[in-house]
């Protein structure tokens, strides 16, 4: 079965510094992976995605993620931390198993950006 | 584009109540999808519209839900006889079938307290 495991429950960084998220996963064949933010009483913002091709995909935000086969991660990083970067994280795969590819989610990573 | 709108945005109901929820997706968008987001994990497939064709159903979605999409735009996922374990963030999603088109587009949800 597929599945994403985010290992952190919550990332802390200094405002400045650069920013990981981590994410592992777990599929039958290639992997579509995804990022989500979550800010409070909102629903899911688009980040990025690796469907096929570099590595290092960049999204919105300034934030980008890298894609490693042999280690199964998918980590999003940013180089320099905003306060506003404060949220809730997902990583999501697409799931093989069902018919029209529907979103399998990590549990998130809360992300705490102090001044 | 508007986005993905939900509504109500907040719904308190009491145990045994039936409450219906609206998802309005991107207009062009032939995909919808609802999930449910409980304190502290991330969203869970409920189903799936391709159109007005209810393609898939997870194993959650027990027999007191329901979920239209009569004329492929707007859907509705109904609950009958609700239950305090119902207490969930409803969230739909839509997507736009094309090469490369995966990701999904969230609303801000729907959040269910039964009482």
């Known amino acids: 079965a597929q599945s994403v495991a985010q290992p952190e429950d919550q990332v802390n960084v200094a405002e400045g510094n650069p920013l990981t998220v981590k994410c592992t996963y777990s599929?039958?064949?290639?992997?579509?992976l995804f990022w989500y933010v979550q800010y409070p009483n909102r629903g899911l913002q688009f980040l990025l995605k690796?469907?096929?091709?570099?590595?290092l995909v960049k999204g919105s935000y300034g934030f980008e993620a890298e894609f490693n086969k042999s280690q199964t991660s998918f980590h999003l990083k940013k180089p320099s931390a905003l306060v506003s970067d404060s949220a809730l994280y997902f990583c999501?795969?697409?799931?093989?198993?069902?018919?029209?590819?529907?979103?399998?989610f990590g549990k998130g990573t809360k992300l705490s950006v102090k001044p | 584009d508007t986005g993905v709108s939900q509504d109500p945005r907040h719904k308190i109901t009491k145990r045994g109540q039936n409450v219906t929820f609206r998802c309005d997706p991107i207009?062009?968008?032939?995909?919808l999808y609802w999930y449910r987001q409980t304190l502290g994990q991330g969203p869970e497939f409920l189903t799936y519209?391709?159109?007005?064709?209810?393609?898939?159903k997870s194993r959650l979605l027990s027999d007191r839900f329901s979920a239209e999409r009569p004329k492929g735009s707007f859907s509705t996922l109904e609950i009958q006889r609700t239950e305090q374990g119902d207490s969930a963030m409803y969230l739909c999603?839509?997507?736009?079938?094309?090469?490369?088109?995966?990701?999904?587009?969230f609303g801000p949800g729907t959040r269910l307290t039964v009482t």
């Open positions: 690796y469907i096929t091709g570099d590595n």
């Open positions: 999603a839509s997507s736009l079938t094309g090469q490369g088109n995966y990701e999904q587009y």
């Open positions: 999501a795969v697409r799931d093989y198993g069902g018919s029209q590819g529907n979103l399998i």
């Open positions: 599929v039958s064949g290639n992997p579509y």
């Open positions: 519209f391709q159109n007005e064709a209810q393609l898939e």
């Open positions: 207009s062009e968008h032939n995909r």
